[in-house]
């Protein structure tokens, strides 16, 4: 029913840019805080960035901040991350996520109901 689609992930060398888009679908979109997760291969699933229901307020990883920037229009049901000045240690299988229990969003991903299938992205040195 409820449908997240990530596109946009692919191969960048480091220090360039990359925008990530999260489609939604089958879901109340504007009610909702929406946040990207990353997984890099043998590690574990580490938060990236949410928004809350309206983009009013965001909040970032400690280690993409000043870097990344998160988005959504309501409008088309879509969250976008906004990658710049990427590094190697950026590779990963970036993950969108809904959280239709909250506006406001969360930094765990156990608060999330629903997840997209990721899309990679690699960041060549």
């Known amino acids: 029913q409820v449908q997240l689609v990530e596109s946009g992930g692919g191969l960048v060398q480091a220090g360039g840019s990359l925008r990530l888009s999260c489609l939604a679908s089958?879901?109340?979109?504007?009610?909702?805080?929406v946040g990207w997760f990353r997984q890099a291969p043998g590690k574990e699933r580490e938060f990236v960035a949410v928004?809350?229901?309206?983009?009013?307020?965001?909040y970032y990883s400690d280690f993409v901040k000043g870097r990344f920037s998160i988005s959504r229009d309501n409008a088309k049901n879509t969250v976008h991350l906004h990658m710049s000045g990427v590094k190697p240690e950026d590779t990963a299988v970036y993950y969108c996520?809904?959280?239709?229990?909250?506006?406001?969003?969360?930094?765990?991903?156990?608060?999330?109901?629903?997840w997209g299938q990721g899309t990679q992205v690699t960041v060549s040195s």
């Open positions: 089958g879901l109340a979109f504007g009610g909702s805080a």
């Open positions: 928004t809350n229901w309206n983009g009013g307020t965001t």
């Open positions: 996520a809904a959280d239709s229990g909250s506006a406001y969003g969360s930094t765990f991903a156990a608060d999330y109901d629903y």
